[in-house]
Each structure stands twice: as structure tokens, then as C-alpha cells.
């Protein structure tokens, strides 16, 4: 493991990584530049703050990531640049992400036809009971 991830320079002594090359080398988005526009749009906050592409992370810093529906919340364990393999990048995070929704709770929500109009108050009530309200 030590041998994949030592080759980069900021992995050797503790350094910085981009954020968006950080997020895409351990695999929480395809590519970087599906990172980069994450990063742009604003889905993308370290330590609290919007992240820019370029800003630089560290060990011990937390990242918040919106991505594909879901937020991920990981703290950075390890600076890596270059893409690793799965198991390297599991090592390299320590994930605090609320687990995913179920198939059932992503079902829940009420999906009207195209055209169909605001839902009348009996409609309504019926969406409101499925959501559990």
C-alpha cells in the first residue's frame, strides 16, 4: 500500500493537494473534471468554507461533498494526486457520510405527470401521508 500512494510528493511529508485533484484521486467522482465543476458550482466545502478547484488540503482537513444526490462527509487522512486503487483510497479518508437512503425511502417521493397542474387538496394530503407527515 505504502508503495502506491509514496509516490506522489504531497503524500511524502504531509503536504497539499487541489482539492479537485484530491477528490477524483480518491474516487468520490469519476473525474476531475466532474470534481473541478463540483467545486465551481459550490458543492464542495472544506472545513466549512466553498472550496475553489485549486484550494489546497491537508491531512486532518473535512470535506463536504454533494455529489450524484447524497452528501459525503470525509476527513482527509492522506494528501494523494495521483488516482489509487480502492482499497489504497479507502485508507486515505476517514468517511462520516450519513448512510444512503434506502430504494424504499428514494421511492417515497411523489412523482407527477408532466401537465398534470398543481395537485389538488386531496391530492396533496395523500402525497403528504406517503411522505409520512
Known amino acids: 500500500m505504502a508503495d502506491e500512494v509514496s509516490g506522489t510528493a504531497a503524500a511524502a ?11 477524483w484521486s480518491v474516487r468520490l467522482t469519476k473525474t476531475r473534471s466532474t470534481a473541478a ?7 464542495v466545502k472544506v472545513n466549512g468554507e466553498r472550496a475553489k478547484p485549486a484550494q489546497p488540503v ?6 463536504r461533498l454533494f455529489h450524484a444526490g447524497r452528501e459525503r ?9 495521483k488516482r489509487v486503487g480502492a482499497p489504497a483510497a479507502a485508507e486515505c479518508l476517514i468517511d462520516k457520510s450519513p448512510p444512503a437512503p434506502t430504494r424504499v425511502e428514494a421511492a417515497v417521493v411523489g412523482i407527477r405527470d408532466r401537465g398534470a397542474g398543481r395537485p389538488t387538496k386531496r391530492e396533496r394530503r395523500e402525497i403528504e401521508s406517503l411522505r409520512g407527515r
Do not use: F, L, M, N
Not at 511529508?13 to 477528490?23: F, H, N, S, Y
Open 13 to 23: 511529508g504531509g503536504g497539499t493537494v487541489r482539492v479537485d485533484a484530491w477528490i
Open 37 to 43: 465543476t463540483a467545486c465551481r458550482a459550490g458543492h
Open 58 to 63: 491537508r491531512a486532518g482537513d473535512e470535506v
Open 73 to 81: 462527509i470525509v476527513v482527509v487522512r492522506r494528501a494523494v494526486s
